[in-house]
């Protein structure tokens, strides 16, 4: 049986991005595999503390942060799966910190200073393990181009391909954010349009997902 991890990267348990992730769960599943899913909100851990174990001559961690804290679990699992899905809001442009932390501690672990005879960049990871990433922003998307999202968000998919051997990004746009607008200082944003896309595109939205988890879990890199 196949195991996917399943990484929260929201300080939200249950709105949008929560949403999306467990809807790529249930694709996962689908074909059989065994999911497991985890809120990075509960865990007390950093990014890269720089120790370069990673690095050592001789050291061979087979991809694995060496820095023990609550996410050094966590990061077993990540490089024993068949396949791993992580998921962020953006914020201004980024990914959570929580988002930032943990990738941080994947790829520069994964990673070597090394490259072949031939100038190919070398890894620590033994091998190949496809990642799903997940973005959910209020910001629709005709407009990324507009804030540079592409380039932005496009590096975390470049350098998650270059260790992990495979990524592919689901952009989960235009969100609706609060439960009652009419809570908040938002007059940028128009209520109406915003539950509109909830209740047309937030769907297909979810069926992306459930795709996303399925194909991830079928691939065989």
Same mark, same amino acid.
């Given at each position: ?13 249950n709105f949008n991005t929560a949403q999306v992730l467990k809807e790529a769960q249930k694709g996962a599943e689908s074909v ?12 007390n851990f950093k990014g890269c503390m720089s120790c370069f174990a990673c690095k050592r001559t001789g050291m061979d961690l ?13 990061l077993e699992k990540i490089v024993q799966a068949d396949a791993v899905i992580i998921g962020s809001p953006i914020y201004y ?74 990524? *592919? #990004?689901?952009?989960?746009? %235009?969100?609706?954010?609060?439960? &009652?607008?009419? $809570?908040?200082?938002?007059? =940028? ?9 909830? *209740? #047309?595109?937030?769907?297909? %939205?979810?069926?992306?997902?459930? &795709?996303?988890? $399925?194909?991830?879990?079928? =691939?065989?890199?």
């Amino acid at each position: 049986m196949k195991k996917v991890i399943i990484l929260n990267g929201s300080p939200r348990k249950n709105f949008n991005t929560a949403q999306v992730l467990k809807e790529a769960q249930k694709g996962a599943e689908s074909v059989g595999a065994e999911a497991e899913y985890i809120n990075l909100v509960d865990l007390n851990f950093k990014g890269c503390m720089s120790c370069f174990a990673c690095k050592r001559t001789g050291m061979d961690l087979g991809g694995l942060c060496a820095w023990k804290d609550d996410l050094r679990p966590v990061l077993e699992k990540i490089v024993q799966a068949d396949a791993v899905i992580i998921g962020s809001p953006i914020y201004y442009s980024y990914p959570t910190g929580m988002f930032r932390n943990l990738t941080e501690r994947m790829l520069f672990a994964g990673g070597k200073y090394m490259v072949d005879e031939n100038g190919n960049f070398m890894r620590n990871l033994k091998r190949n393990i496809p990642v799903g990433l997940i973005f959910t922003m209020n910001v629709p998307e005709n407009l990324m181009s507009n804030y540079n999202y592409p380039t932005i968000l496009g590096a975390n998919e470049m350098y998650l391909k270059m260790i992990y051997g495979y990524c *592919e #990004t689901l952009n989960v746009c %235009d969100t609706y954010q609060f439960t &009652d607008y009419s $809570k908040y200082d938002c007059n =940028m944003f128009d209520e109406s349009h915003k539950r509109q896309v909830k *209740e #047309t595109q937030f769907p297909r %939205d979810l069926e992306r997902a459930f &795709d996303l988890g $399925k194909r991830l879990v079928e =691939m065989n890199i």
